[in-house]
C-alpha cells in the first residue's frame, strides 16, 4: 500500500487563467522571444499530474531528437523542474517509492542516460512517486551541466590556437622553439646568470557586477546579455605595501638542467619535475596552476600525456639538449578569495611567459598585443579546465590594460561554436580609452573607493549552477533582475563617464540589494550587512555606496566614500570589519582576519621584461624559501645554477632593500623556533583535560584500529543480517485525513497547555558538510534571511518553540545540547539574544564527551575510496583527486596510522563522539534534573537535528505519542534520492533505525522506503526506567555515569572519516580526512526492552539541511516560507 | 605569361656550402646541388640564370654550374640583410617581367612526367598570375618553413586563392590564420621553395624596406601583402621538396633522387642490407 501525505507547501494552481502557452516546447522553440523567454513555473501553473507527467515525456522525445545543444539543455532543466518542484506539488502524486539501485549507481558514475532509463522505466513500472521524481530530477539536471560543461570544453579544445596541442603526441613534433635572447650571450660565460623573463599583470575588478553573465553558458547562450565593464588594477595591502604595483608576477628561465622547475612565491612550495606524468599530476602539490600553465602554452602539450614520452626529450627539442627550464610565481602576498580574480590573471600570466619566451608572442618583452591577449585569454581557459578550475570570461582582464567593457560576441560562420551555441566562447573586448571615460572620472573613482577583503572564505561554485539553471529556466522574478542588472551597466558606464561617483555607488549598491539578490538571494550575508550597516551609521551620506565584488559577498569587496572621507573610511573599515568579524567568526567560514587595499588602474595590461646580468633576480620570497636548503649544503656540491642564484642574491641583499630585509627572515627559517609547536600543544593539552577526554578508551580505539578489529569495513552489519523494508502499517501516519487524528490532537493540546512537553535540540555540530570543515558553529550559522534578516538555525528554533508557547499559552523549555566546540559560542549568542528567556525556558546541555582525532589508516581510506559508492567526477576532476588521494595516502603512511591527529588547531584536532551521548548528557550533566526540578510536569521532549527545520511540537504528533506507550517515538520521512544514510528497516525481523554505514551492502538502503528524520519523541520515565534510574536518583551523579556508562557499552562504536580543514599561508587551506569514532542514538532502537513507535510525517517537517547548496531548492520550493510560517519572530 | 628567368637565393651566410654539395642526380650522374636546381629551372624552359650569393663565393658556384655555367649571372649580397633583401638584390637581373624563384637550399622530386617547375610554370602562364608552389606539411615543421591560408578555387587542379602569409609561424598562430579548408587536420600549406612572381614583389619588398629599414627583410611580409593587392595563388605541386639544410636533409635528397631514379633498385638493395644488418 502507498501512504500519501499531506502535500508539499508549494503552490498547485488548480483553477484561474489559462495556460499562457499552449504548446510546451514553444518555450523552447519559438522565435519570439517573448515566449521563449517564458517560465517553465507559469506554464506549470494549474496543469494536473497527469498533464505534467505527459509534460515531462513531450521534454524526453524533444530533447533526444534536438540537435541544438542549448534547447536540449533547457529541455532537460524543464523535465528536472517539472520533478523538482512541480510534480511534488500535486496532491494527488504518490509519495513513496524506490529508486532503483541500478539507476543510482550510473548517476554516480556520471552515466546520466543510463540513470534516467533505469528511472523512468522505474517509473513505467511502479507508477510515478516523489522518490522516482527526485532520482529524476537529479539524473536530468546533473545531465543538463554535463551536456554544457562538455560543450565548453569542446570550444576551448576545438578553439584556433589551442587544437594542435591536443594532436601533439611525440616529442620529436614540438614546434616550439625557445628564443634565444633567454640562453643569454655566449660571451658571459657559464658562471654568468640566465636571462629572466618577468610577466607583470594587475587583476581585474568587475565594476558592475554583471548579474554573473560571464558564465561561459550564459555568454555563449545569450551574448547579448553577456556584458561587464572591467577594470584592471594595481594592487597593495594597506599599511603594508609602500605603494599599488601589479601584484601578479611571473618569472621565466632557462636551466641547463632536462627538468621543469616550479616554485610558487606565496605558497612556499616548489617542485622539480622529471617526468611527463609529473606535469599532469595536479593535485600532488600546490603547484597545479602553475602546471596547467606549463601545459596550456603548450611546452608540454596536452596531447603528450600518458605518451610515455621522456620529459628531457621534449625539453631538448624546445631548449636544446640538456637543458630545461624554471617557471616561479607570486602574487604578492594578496590573500585567496579576493574576487579580483588573482588566479585566472596569474595563470595568464604564466602562460603568457612561456609563450612569450617560445616564440609564440611577435615581442618578447612589452605589452602583448590584442591578438596575443585573446589567445592567452584561450589559453587561461583552458588551463583552468585543465586544473579543474574555472571561471568567468571576463576573469582574465588583467592582461588589457585600463577599462574596458567586456561583451558577449555573437559567434559566426567559420567560429567552432557556430551552429552549436549562439555566442562565441571568448568575448570582445573594447578599451574605453581616456576619450571614453576621462582621467579626471577616472580619479574620481580611486579618490573614493576603497577595496577590502572581508575574510570569508566561500565556494561560489554552487552559486554559478543556481545562476545557470534559473537563467535556462527563465523564473520570472530572476528574469527581470536579469534585465535590470543588464540596464545597470549603461547606468554605470554613464555615470562613470561623467565622473559621478556618488551616483555610481548608488547604482551598486541598488545592484546589490536589488536584482543580485534577487536573482541569488544566497551571495548576501549577515557579515556584509553587518559591515554596511555600520558603515552607514559611522558615515552618514558621506558613504556612498557598497559593490559587491565577484560570485558573492564576504571576500573582496568594495566601499564607496566622499572622496573626503575617504582615508577615513579605510581606517574605519579595517576596524568595523575586524569587529564584526570577531563577533561572528563562530557562525560564519572566516579563513583569515579582514583587509584593506590600496589600488590604482593600471593602464597597460600584461606587460614583460627581459631581466639580465644583476637585475636577473626573482622576487625576495623565492631566495627566502630556497636558500636555506642551499646554505645547509657543501659549497662543492652546489651546481652551476645554485651557486649564481647565491651571488645574486647576495649582491642584492647589499643594495637593495627589498632583499636585505629578507635576511633575518631567512635566518629564521634556518633555525626554526619549536615555540609555537609546544604552546598549541599545551592548548590541546588543556583542552583534553578540560572536557573529559578518556585517554584510555583512546589507546584502546588506536590498538583497534591498528589491529583491525574496528575500521569502515567493520561498521557493517554481519552480510548474513536479514534486511527488509518497512510496511506503511506499522507506521502512525501523521496526516490531518488519517482515522484519530482529531483525537490525538485534542491530546496533544492539553499536553502542551499543561507544559508537558519540552524541546531538544542538538546543537553540538560544527557543519562539516555545511562549510566543509571549516570549523564553525552550525546553529548559529545565519543561513538565511526569514521576516527581512539573516536567521540562524538556533534563531528558528527558538520562534516555533514561541510561537508554540502563544498558541498553547505555556511556555516550552527548549535545550540545545553542545560540545566543546559549540558551548562557549551559543551561550554568548543565547545570553544576550534571549536575556529573558536564558536559563527560564532556554537551557544549554554541555557535552561530557570528547575524542582526539587519529590519522587514518590506508586500510580506511581506501575502503572509503574504493569500497564505498562515491560520486565520480569529470574527467580531469577525477584525475585530480586520484592524485589528491595519493598525496593524502602517502601523508597517512608518513604521519603514522592511527596516530594522534594533533597537526592543526586544537579545535579541529578534537571531535564530539557522535549524538547517542547527548540524551545520557542531559542524566549526567544535571540539565534534565534541573529541568524537572522546574517542570515537574514535563512527560515528554522532543529531540531533533539542528538542521531539521520544519521539526515542531505538532500536538498530533505528541498524542498520539503520549498514548503509544512506547519510550522512544521515531519520525521517518518517504525517501528522496539525496537522502541517503540508512533508513528503518526491518532488521532480522525487528524494526529498527539502522545508519547507512551499518548496512552489509551499500544497495540495502535503497530497498527502504523510509529514511530517518533523527527526531526522536521522547517518554522521560520510560527512558529513565531503560536506564535503571528513576526521577530521584538524578540527583545521584554516580549513580547516573554508571547507568550511562553501562547503557554505552550495549550500543556499538562506529569509525567514521571526517574532513577538517587546516588554513595556512594567505587564505590558503587543505582538506585532511581524519578517523573519529562515535556512537549514534538510532541504535537504541535495537533494544528489545524499549518500546518504540515510528510515524510517517511530510517532508516539509522532516527534510535536513546538510549541504548550503540545498538552500536554493529549499527557498523555491516553497520550504522556506513554511518554515517562517511556523516562527514567532 | 612567358618566364624567361630564374632567381636562385644562395646567399646564406650560414649555408653557403650547401648548394655546392655533390649528389647522384636522377640519371645517376653526379652534380653539385646548384646543378640540379638550375637544371630543374631549365627543364622548364628557364634560358636565363642569376643566382645571390654572398661576397667571395662566385668562383666556388660558377665551378658547381655544370653545363649552364655560360648562362648564369652571379648577384652578389653585399650584407645579409634577410631573405627578401636577397631576392630584392636580384632586380636589376629580372627586369619588368615575372620570373621563377628557387631557393638555393631546396631539392625538388616530382611525381608526375613534368618537373616541379614545368608543373608551376604551367599553372602561372595560365592563370597569368604569381603563384607559389606549396606542399601539405605537418605542423611539427611549421617552424622550418613560410606558410600560407587561403580557399580552393576550384576546378581540377589543387590551386588556392592566397589569403594570408607567414614565415615560419607557430602552431597557435597557423591554426588561427592559416585554415585551409579540405586539408588533414594539423597540415599547413608550406612553401616548396619554388615561386613565379611579377616585377611588382620588387616595389612590395622596397616598401617593406621602407617600413623597416633597419631589420631584416623576409620575403614572406611582402608575399602576405601581395595576396592583400591581387590574385596571387598556391598551387599543391605533384612532388616533394628537401630542405638540404636540415638535420639529416642532404641524406634524405639523396635517397629520394635515387629512388625516383635510374639507380633505384641499387640503391634500394643497399638499404635492405643495411636494414638487415644487426648490431648487436
Given at each position: 500500500?502507498k501512504?500519501?501525505?499531506r ?5 498547485a494552481r488548480t483553477t484561474?487563467?489559462p ?7 514553444d ?12 517560465a517553465i ?8 499530474l ?7 515525456g ?6 533526444r531528437?534536438?540537435?541544438?545543444l542549448y534547447?536540449?539543455?533547457?529541455a ?7 520533478h523538482r518542484?512541480?510534480?511534488p ?5 504518490t509519495r513513496?517509492?524506490r529508486v532503483p ?5 550510473h ?16 517509473q513505467?513500472s511502479?507508477g ?11 539524473a536530468?539536471?546533473?545531465?543538463a ?8 570544453r569542446q ?7 589551442n ?8 616529442p620529436l ?5 625557445v ?7 655566449i660571451e ?8 629572466l623573463?618577468?610577466?607583470?599583470t594587475?587583476?581585474r ?20 546579455g553577456a ?5 584592471s588594477i594595481?594592487?597593495?595591502v594597506h599599511?603594508?605595501d609602500?605603494?599599488p ?12 638542467e632536462?627538468v621543469i ?13 622529471t ?6 599530476d ?7 596552476l602553475l602546471?596547467?600553465a606549463?601545459?596550456?602554452a603548450?611546452?608540454v602539450?596536452?596531447g ?6 621522456s620529459l628531457a626529450?621534449?625539453?631538448?627539442t624546445?631548449?636544446?639538449p ?11 602576498r594578496?590573500?585567496?578569495?579576493s574576487r ?6 596569474l ?5 603568457a611567459v612561456?609563450?612569450?619566451a617560445?616564440?609564440?608572442t ?10 596575443e591577449?585573446?589567445i592567452?585569454a ?5 588551463g ?8 568567468g570570461w571576463q576573469?582574465s ?18 567560429d ?19 576619450d ?17 577583503h572581508?575574510?570569508?572564505?566561500q565556494n561560489?561554485?554552487?552559486?554559478l549552477e543556481m545562476?545557470?539553471?534559473?537563467y ?6 530572476e528574469w527581470s533582475?536579469?534585465?535590470r ?9 554613464h ?13 551598486l549598491?541598488a ?5 543580485l539578490?534577487?536573482?541569488i538571494?544566497w ?14 551609521a ?5 558613504f ?10 564576504g ?5 564607496i566614500?566622499?572622496?573626503h572621507?575617504r582615508?577615513?573610511g ?6 568595523i570589519?575586524?569587529a564584526a ?19 590604482a588602474?593600471?593602464e ?5 621584461a627581459l631581466l639580465e ?5 626573482l ?7 630556497t636558500?636555506?636548503?642551499?646554505l ?9 645554477r645554485?651557486?649564481t642564484d647565491?651571488?645574486?642574491f ?9 632583499f636585505g630585509?629578507?635576511l ?11 615555540e609555537?609547536?609546544?604552546?598549541a600543544?599545551r592548548?590541546?593539552?588543556d ?14 580505539i ?5 589491529a583491525?578489529?574496528?575500521g ?6 554481519p552480510?548474513?543480517t ?8 506499522d507506521?502512525f501516519?501523521?496526516a490531518?485525513d488519517?482515522?484519530?487524528?482529531g483525537?490525538?490532537?485534542a ?17 553540538a555540530?560544527?557543519?562539516s558538510?555545511?562549510t ?14 526569514l ?5 540562524s538555525?538556533?534563531?528558528v528554533?527558538l520562534a516555533?518553540s ?26 554568548r549568542h543565547?545570553?544576550?539574544s534571549q536575556?529573558d ?5 532556554v537551557?544549554?546541555s ?10 587514518p589508516?590506508?586500510?580506511d581510506l581506501h575502503?572509503a ?5 562515491e ?6 576532476k ?5 592524485s ?12 603514522g ?7 592543526n ?8 563522539v ?8 542531559l ?8 529541568l ?5 510536569q ?5 529531540v ?5 527545520l520544519?521539526?515542531?511540537?505538532d500536538?498530533?504528533l ?5 498514548s ?5 517515538g ?10 541517503r544514510g540508512g533508513?528503518?528497516a526491518?532488521?532480522?525481523g525487528?524494526?529498527r533505525i539502522v545508519e547507512g554505514?551499518?548496512l ?18 521522547v ?5 529513565l ?6 526521577r ?8 547516573t ?18 574532513e ?12 585532511y580526512?581524519?578517523?573519529q569514532?562515535e ?8 533494544l ?6 515510528f510515524a510517517v510525517?511530510?517532508?516539509a517537517?522532516g ?6 547548496a540545498q ?6 520550493d516553497?520550504s522556506?516560507?513554511?518554515i517562517?510560517s511556523l516562527?514567532?519572530? | 605569361m612567358?618566364i624567361r628567368?630564374v632567381l ?13 654539395q655533390?649528389?647522384?642526380d ?12 638550375l637544371?630543374?629551372?631549365?627543364g622548364?624552359?628557364v634560358e636565363?640564370f642569376g ?5 667571395g ?8 654550374c ?18 627578401g633583401?636577397?631576392?630584392?638584390c636580384g632586380r636589376?637581373?629580372v627586369?619588368d ?5 628557387l631557393v ?11 618537373t616541379?617547375?614545368r ?14 608552389a606549396v606542399?601539405p606539411?605537418r605542423?611539427?615543421?611549421?617552424t ?7 580557399r ?7 590551386l588556392?586563392?592566397?589569403e594570408?602569409v607567414l614565415e ?7 591554426e ?14 608550406c ?9 611588382e614583389?620588387?616595389?612590395l619588398?622596397e616598401?617593406?624596406?621602407r617600413a ?7 620575403l614572406?611580409?611582402?608575399?602576405h601583402?601581395l595576396a592583400?593587392?591581387?590574385r596571387y595563388?598556391?598551387?599543391?605541386v605533384a612532388g616533394?621538396?628537401f ?22 633498385d ?12 644487426r648490431?648487436?
Open positions: 500500500m501512504t500519501r501525505q502535500p508539499s507547501p508549494a503552490p484561474g487563467s495556460p499562457i502557452a499552449a504548446r510546451l516546447l518555450l523552447i522553440e519559438s522565435d519570439d522571444p517573448t515566449i521563449r523567454d517564458r513555473d507559469r506554464w506549470c501553473e494549474g496543469r494536473s497527469t498533464e505534467l507527467l505527459a509534460a515531462t513531450e521534454l524526453d522525445a524533444f530533447r531528437r534536438e540537435t541544438n534547447r536540449r539543455v533547457r532537460l532543466f524543464f523535465i528536472a523542474a517539472i518542484y512541480h510534480l506539488a500535486r496532491p494527488d502524486l513513496t517509492g539501485y541500478a539507476g543510482f549507481r548517476l554516480l558514475e556520471r552515466r546520466f542516460e543510463e540513470a534516467i532509463a533505469e528511472f523512468l522505466q522505474a513505467r511502479d510515478a512517486s516523489d522518490t522516482l521524481s527526485s532520482a529524476l530530477a537529479a536530468h539536471h546533473a545531465l551541466f554535463q551536456t554544457l560543461a562538455d560543450q565548453v570550444t576551448v579544445r576545438s578553439t584556433h590556437g587544437a594542435w596541442m591536443f594532436r601533439l603526441g611525440h613534433d614540438q614546434p616550439l622553439r628564443r634565444r635572447e633567454l640562453l643569454g650571450p658571459n660565460g657559464p658562471g654568468a646568470p640566465r636571462p623573463l618577468r610577466e607583470r594587475p587583476v575588478m568587475d565594476l558592475t557586477h554583471c548579474g554573473w553573465s560571464d558564465i561561459f553558458f550564459l555568454g555563449m547562450d545569450y551574448p547579448e556584458r561587464v565593464l572591467n577594470v594595481d594592487l597593495g599599511g603594508r609602500p605603494a604595483r601589479p601584484p601578479v608576477e611571473a618569472f621565466f628561465r632557462v636551466l641547463d632536462p622547475r616550479l616554485a610558487s612565491v606565496d605558497l612556499e612550495a616548489s617542485a622539480c619535475l617526468t611527463i606524468d609529473e606535469v599532469f595536479f593535485g600532488r602539490d600546490y603547484l597545479g602546471k596547467a606549463v601545459i596550456a603548450g611546452l602539450p596536452p603528450i600525456e600518458r605518451s610515455g614520452a626529450e621534449l625539453l631538448a624546445i631548449f636544446g640538456g637543458r630545461g627550464f624554471e617557471l616561479v610565481s607570486s602574487v604578492n594578496i590573500p585567496k578569495g579580483l580574480a588573482v588566479s585566472t590573471n595563470l595568464g600570466a604564466l602562460i612561456c609563450m612569450r617560445t616564440s609564440q611577435g615581442a618578447l618583452a612589452g605589452p602583448l598585443t590584442e591578438p591577449r585573446r592567452v584561450a589559453r587561461a581557459i583552458l583552468e579546465w585543465l586544473g579543474g578550475s574555472g571561471g576573469d582582464g588583467g592582461l588589457w590594460p585600463g577599462i574596458k567593457l567586456i561583451e558577449g560576441a555573437a559567434a559566426t560562420p567559420g567552432p561554436e557556430f551552429g552549436t551555441s549562439r555566442g562565441r566562447l571568448l568575448p570582445r573586448h573594447t578599451l574605453l580609452g581616456r571614453r571615460i576621462g582621467p579626471d572620472a577616472r580619479a574620481r573613482l580611486h579618490e573614493s573607493l576603497v577595496l577590502v572581508g575574510g570569508m572564505a561560489v561554485g554552487p552559486i545562476v545557470t539553471e534559473k535556462l529556466l527563465r523564473t520570472e522574478p533582475a536579469r534585465a542588472a543588464g540596464a545597470t551597466l549603461d547606468d554605470i558606464l555615470k562613470l563617464a561623467q565622473g559621478d561617483v556618488a551616483g555610481l555607488g548608488g547604482a549598491t545592484n546589490f540589494f536589488g536584482p539578490q534577487t536573482i538571494p551571495v548576501s550575508n549577515r557579515y556584509t550587512e553587518e559591515i554596511i550597516g555600520r558603515v552607514q559611522a558615515f552618514g551620506p558621506d556612498w555606496g557598497f559593490w559587491m565584488l565577484g560570485g558573492m559577498s571576500g573582496g569587496m568594495g566601499f566614500f566622499a572622496p572621507r582615508t577615513e579605510q581606517q574605519q573599515l579595517q576596524a570589519m575586524l568579524k570577531r563577533e561572528l567568526q563562530d557562525a560564519l567560514p572566516f579563513a583569515m582576519d579582514p583587509v584593506v587595499y590600496d589600488f588602474i593600471n597597460a595590461g600584461s606587460v614583460a646580468g644583476p637585475a636577473a633576480l622576487p625576495p620570497g623565492y631566495y627566502q624559501h636558500v636555506p636548503v642551499l645547509r649544503r657543501e659549497a662543492r656540491e652546489l651546481s652551476g645554485e651557486r647565491l651571488q645574486q647576495t649582491r642584492a641583499a647589499r643594495v637593495e632593500e627589498a630585509t629578507a633575518p627572515a631567512l635566518l629564521d627559517r634556518m633555525l626554526p623556533s619549536d609555537a609547536t609546544e604552546r600543544s592548548h590541546l593539552g583542552l583534553l583535560a578540560e572536557n573529559g577526554f578518556d585517554r584510555s578508551q583512546h589507546e584502546q588506536r590498538s583497534d584500529l591498528r583491525g578489529r574496528i569502515l569495513a567493520m561498521n557493517r552489519l552480510p548474513s536479514r534486511i527488509e523494508d518497512v510496511d506503511s502499517r507506521l501516519a501523521a490531518p488519517q482515522p484519530g487524528a483525537v490525538h490532537r491530546a496533544g493540546a492539553t499536553a502542551l497547555e499543561r507544559g508537558e512537553v519540552g524541546v531538544i535540540s542538538y546543537a555540530g560544527v557543519g558538510r555545511w566543509q570543515g571549516a570549523g564553525v558553529v552550525k546553529g548559529l550559522h545565519p543561513f538565511a534571511k521576516a527581512g534578516r539573516h536567521r538555525f538556533i534563531d528554533h516555533k514561541r510561537q508554540t508557547a502563544r498558541l498553547f499559552g505555556s511556555p516550552v523549555p527548549h535545550v540545545f545540547t553542545t560540545s566543546y566546540l559549540t558551548h562557549g559560542p551559543i551561550e543565547l545570553r544576550l536575556p528567556a536564558w536559563e527560564r525556558s537551557w544549554l554541555p557535552g561530557r564527551s570528547i575524542g582526539l582525532r587519529l590519522v589508516t590506508l586500510r575502503f575510496w574504493e569500497e564505498t559508492a560520486q565520480k567526477l569529470d574527467e580531469q577525477e584525475k585530480l583527486r586520484d589528491v588521494r595519493a598525496a593524502l595516502a602517502d601523508w597517512a603512511r608518513a604521519s596510522e592511527a596516530a594522534d591527529y594533533t597537526d588547531t586544537p579545535g579541529q584536532c578534537l571531535h564530539p557522535g549524538h547517542w551521548f547527548e540524551i545520557p548528557n542524566l549526567k550533566n544535571g540539565t534534565l534534573a534541573r524537572l526540578a522546574a517542570r515537574p514535563l512527560r515528554t521532549l522532543l531533533h537535528n539542528i538542521d531539521t520544519g521539526v515542531t511540537l500536538p498530533s505528541v498524542g498520539w505519542f503520549q503509544s506507550g512506547a519510550t522512544l521515531w519520525e521517518v520521512i518517504p525517501r528522496r534520492l539525496e537522502d533508513g528503518l526491518r532488521v532480522d525487528r524494526l554505514l551499518a552489509p551492502r551499500d544497495e540495502d538502503e535503497f530497498a527502504l522506503t523510509y529514511y530517518s528524520t533523527n527526531s526522536c519523541w517518554d522521560i520515565d520510560g527512558l526506567g531503560l536506564f535503571g534510574l528513576g530521584p536518583e538524578l540527583a545521584d551523579a554516580n549513580r555515569a554508571a547507568a550511562v556508562r553501562r547503557m554505552a557499552a550495549r550500543v556499538p562504536t562506529y569509525v567514521t572519516l571526517k577538517v580543514k587546516k588554513r595556512w599561508g594567505h587564505g590558503q587551506e587543505d582538506v580526512p581524519v578517523s569514532f556512537k549514534l542514538w538510532g541504535d537504541m532502537t535495537a528489545a526492552e524499549c518500546p518504540q513507535a510525517v511530510s517532508r517537517r527534510q535536513q539541511l546538510k549541504d548550503q538552500l536554493d531548492g529549499w527557498a523555491r516553497g522556506a516560507a513554511y517562517n516562527c514567532d519572530w | 612567358k628567368k636562385v637565393t644562395a646567399a646564406n651566410p650560414r649555408q653557403r656550402t650547401l648548394p655546392l655533390t649528389l647522384i636522377q640519371r645517376g650522374e653526379p652534380k653539385t646541388a646548384l646543378q640540379i636546381i637544371e630543374e629551372a631549365s622548364a624552359g636565363e643566382v645571390v650569393i654572398c661576397p663565393d662566385e668562383a666556388a658556384y660558377a665551378g658547381a655544370g653545363n649552364l655555367r655560360s648562362q648564369v649571372r652571379f648577384i652578389v649580397q653585399e650584407t645579409a640583410r634577410g631573405y633583401h636577397a631576392v630584392l636589376p637581373f627586369g617581367e615575372s620570373f621563377l624563384h638555393g637550399d631546396h631539392l625538388h622530386v616530382s611525381h608526375a612526367p613534368a616541379c617547375a608543373q608551376l610554370l604551367e599553372v602561372a602562364t595560365t592563370e597569368d598570375s604569381p603563384v607559389s606542399q606539411t605542423e611539427s615543421q611549421l622550418s618553413f613560410g606558410a600560407v591560408g587561403g580552393l578555387v576550384g576546378g581540377a587542379r589543387p588556392y586563392q592566397v594570408a615560419k609561424p607557430t602552431p597557435t598562430a597557423a588561427q590564420q592559416l585554415i585551409v579548408p579540405g586539408l588533414r587536420a594539423g597540415f599547413y600549406l612553401f616548396f621553395g619554388m615561386h613565379v612572381l611579377g616585377p614583389i620588387f616595389s619588398l616598401e617593406h624596406q623597416a629599414p633597419d631589420g631584416p627583410l623576409g614572406s611580409p611582402a608575399l601583402t592583400a593587392r591581387r595563388l598556391a598551387f599543391t616533394r621538396r630542405d638540404i639544410g636540415a638535420p639529416y636533409g642532404l641524406l634524405f635528397a639523396q635517397l629520394a633522387l635515387s629512388l625516383a631514379g635510374r639507380d633505384r641499387r640503391v634500394l638493395t643497399q638499404l635492405v642490407e643495411l636494414l638487415a644488418l648490431h648487436e
